[in-house]
């Protein structure tokens, strides 16, 4: 009996199971043919568009992909669509004069290199854009010896130059053209002044019989001293009230005496209304026409005070035994005391707070 019933449980789990797998394969089949049904097929468009680079009889040419040897159902309406790209061809290049390649204006195609499937090179960047112009860095011409304007009397060549350090004007003629004399007969020389002093002048070599000479000749402007200069440096330091003098040198000193026993030194002295308020002293130079000093000193003064003082710096002179005799001396200050440089030179460094100006600056004779 018992045996029995294990039959049966076996024979009924065994319908089951082919029950079951019976089921499986036929959803599967459905699924396959359902999707072998809704398959897209692939159709020509009414119009394709055909690139402008084609000739007329590839435009007419009709590319179609075949369609897939299973076919949607009728109740189907639209599909997909697909084109296949037309062959591509290029244009003849065109030879410039300067031999580089340029395409047609109407040509933008893809070219592909023979030889190889995938390889592709753009003509849009063909185009020449421009060349260079040899003429455009050419130095330009110097007509200024021919081209000469109507009514003109001539024209001259000369060059310019100042020398800070040394505070010289330095002025270099180099020639003159196209001079119209009036006689007929042209000796000409060139007079250069340094306005506005017209008294004192420099004058060129003449040269004889000609309307274009050439000079090539040098002069030099100088600030004009019969005693002799100095230079120093000015500063101001309105937070702190000091005034800062830094005595540098001097030069072309006139000396009475120039044995080595002749020592030459310059005294600083602070004045206020023409009243003197302090004065120091720089160490002694021996038998130097043109001592250097380098020495700075300091003076309290209070801003306000700036319009009324003044300071007076003397070179001296002493020889041993004898007592000191003044070269020479200069005076900066306010207009109330100074004109020309030395009024400049005042009026820079209260322009100028915390900064040293330096100038040289010409001697004068001692007051009687």
């Given at each position: 009996?018992?045996?029995?019933?294990?039959?049966?449980?076996?024979?009924?789990?065994?319908?089951?199971?082919?029950?079951?797998?019976?089921?499986?394969?036929?959803?599967?089949?459905?699924?396959?043919?359902?999707?072998?049904?809704?398959?897209?097929?692939?159709?020509?468009l009414?119009?394709?568009?055909?690139?402008?680079?084609?000739?007329p009889?590839?435009?007419?040419?009709n590319f179609t992909?075949?369609?897939?040897?299973?076919?949607?159902?009728?109740?189907?309406?639209?599909?997909?669509?697909?084109?296949?790209?037309?062959?591509?061809?290029?244009?003849?290049?065109?030879?410039l004069?300067?031999?580089?390649?340029?395409?047609?204006?109407?040509?933008?195609c893809?070219?592909p290199?023979?030889?190889?499937r995938?390889s592709?090179?753009?003509?849009?960047?063909?185009?020449?854009?421009?060349?260079?112009?040899?003429?455009?860095?050419?130095?330009?011409e110097?007509?200024?010896?021919?081209?000469?304007p109507?009514?003109?009397?001539?024209?001259?060549?000369?060059?310019?130059?100042?020398?800070?350090?040394?505070e010289?004007?330095?002025?270099?003629?180099?020639?003159?053209?196209?001079?119209?004399?009036?006689?007929?007969?042209?000796?000409?020389?060139?007079?250069?002044?340094?306005?506005?002093?017209?008294?004192?002048?420099?004058?060129?070599?003449?040269?004889?019989?000609?309307?274009?000479?050439?000079?090539?000749?040098?002069?030099?402007?100088q600030?004009?001293s019969?005693?002799?200069?100095?230079?120093?440096?000015?500063?101001?330091?309105?937070y702190?009230?000091?005034?800062?003098?830094?005595?540098?040198r001097?030069?072309?000193?006139?000396?009475?005496?120039?044995?080595?026993?002749?020592?030459?030194?310059?005294k600083?002295?602070?004045?206020?209304?023409?009243?003197f308020?302090?004065?120091?002293?720089?160490?002694?130079?021996?038998?130097?026409?043109?001592?250097?000093?380098?020495?700075?000193?300091?003076?309290?003064?209070?801003?306000?005070?700036?319009?009324?003082?003044?300071?007076?710096?003397?070179?001296?002179?002493?020889a041993?035994?004898?007592?000191?005799?003044?070269?020479?001396?200069?005076?900066?200050?306010?207009?109330?005391?100074?004109?020309?440089?030395?009024?400049?030179?005042?009026?820079?460094?209260?322009?100028?707070?915390?900064?040293?100006?330096?100038?040289?600056?010409?001697?004068?004779?001692?007051?009687?």
């Open positions: 009996m018992h045996q029995n019933s294990c039959l049966v449980a076996a024979v009924a789990g065994g319908v089951i199971g082919g029950i079951l797998l019976f089921t499986l394969i036929g959803i599967a089949l459905y699924l396959l043919w359902k999707k072998l049904c809704f398959l897209p097929s692939y159709e020509e009414a119009n394709p568009v055909t690139p402008p680079c084609l000739e009889s590839l435009q007419e040419q992909q075949s369609s897939p040897a299973i076919q949607p159902k009728s109740t189907r309406t639209r599909s997909v669509p697909f084109i296949i790209p037309p062959k591509i061809h290029a244009r003849d290049w065109i030879n004069i300067n031999e580089e390649p340029i395409q047609e204006d109407n040509e933008l893809m070219t290199q023979s030889g190889s995938s592709f090179h753009s003509l849009a960047g063909a185009y020449v854009i421009g060349s260079i112009n040899p003429e455009l860095y050419k130095d330009p110097d007509n200024s010896e021919t081209n000469f109507e009514g003109n009397i001539g024209r001259l060549w000369f060059s310019v130059e100042y020398e800070q350090e040394t010289r004007l330095l002025v270099s003629l180099i020639k003159a053209r196209n001079l119209q004399a009036p006689a007929g007969s042209c000796s000409p020389f060139v007079k250069i002044y340094l306005l506005p002093d017209e008294r004192r002048f420099l004058q060129s070599k003449t040269k004889r019989k000609t309307p274009n000479p050439h000079f090539d000749e040098n002069f030099v402007f600030p004009p019969e005693y002799g200069d100095i230079q120093f440096s000015l500063s101001y330091n309105d702190l009230g000091r005034l800062t003098v830094v005595v540098l001097a030069r072309g000193l006139k000396l009475q005496d120039e044995s080595l026993t002749t020592s030459v030194y310059v600083v002295s602070l004045m206020n209304h023409n009243k308020i302090k004065c120091k002293k720089t160490a002694a130079v021996l038998g130097s026409p043109n001592p250097v000093y380098n020495e700075s000193f300091s003076f309290k003064t209070d801003q306000k005070e700036l319009d009324t003082a003044s300071l007076s710096l003397s070179v001296l002179q002493k041993e035994g004898d007592k000191s005799h003044q070269l020479g001396r200069v005076v900066v200050g306010p207009y109330m005391y100074t004109r020309g440089r030395e009024l400049e030179h005042w009026n820079e460094m209260t322009s100028k707070p915390k900064e040293l100006v330096k100038r040289w600056h010409a001697l004068a004779a001692a007051p009687n």
